[in-house]
């Protein structure tokens, strides 16, 4: 059985991208699907921000081929797990869930690293490359642990 994971942001070019690109290379493809979207339809059918896509690259991953596109109550029924990279998402996935089953699907990545703080994962599109740095950093250690507990499903 394959594991499907979405990773959301507001925009789906800053920190999903990432997110997803760090998850995809540490899993294995096959046993485990990850994708990302947007809450926003912002930048729907974008690329990922040239910045992401610097960060990715400085440590060795490629997300030139992600594509923008928006959260809809259709993921529920695709996604095992759903992260919110932060609160403010996290709510508007919330709005679009139509039953218990589909909010428990949904988790704010931070909560990971320290679990019941309900921490946000900054978000770098109006700053600069340093931000996006750390964002890569925080991602790169939640799905560290993300890793270990899909592996037990």
């Keep these: ?14 920190r999903s991208p990432l997110a997803e690109g760090i998850l995809k290379s540490k899993i294995n493809t096959e046993k485990v699907f990850v994708d990302s979207a947007g809450t926003s339809n912002y930048h729907l059918g974008a ?37 919110a990279m932060d609160k403010n998402n996290y709510k508007n996935i919330l709005q679009q869930a139509r039953n218990e089953a589909d909010k428990n699907k949904v988790r704010l990545i931070l909560n ?22 750390n964002v890569y950093k925080m991602l790169d250690e939640a799905t560290d642990i993300i890793v270990k507990e899909i592996s037990v499903l």
């Design 112 to 133: 990971k690293l320290t679990p019941g703080e309900n921490m946000d994962v900054p978000d770098p599109y109006y700053g600069g490359v340093s931000g996006f740095d």
């Design 47 to 83: 690329s990922p921000d040239p910045r992401s896509i610097q960060t990715a690259a400085k440590y060795g991953i490629d997300i030139t081929k992600q594509k923008g596109r928006q959260f809809s109550s259709k993921d529920f029924d695709d996604f095992d797990l759903i992260f």
């Design 1 to 14: 059985m394959q594991v499907r994971v979405l990773m959301v942001c507001l925009g789906n070019i800053c």
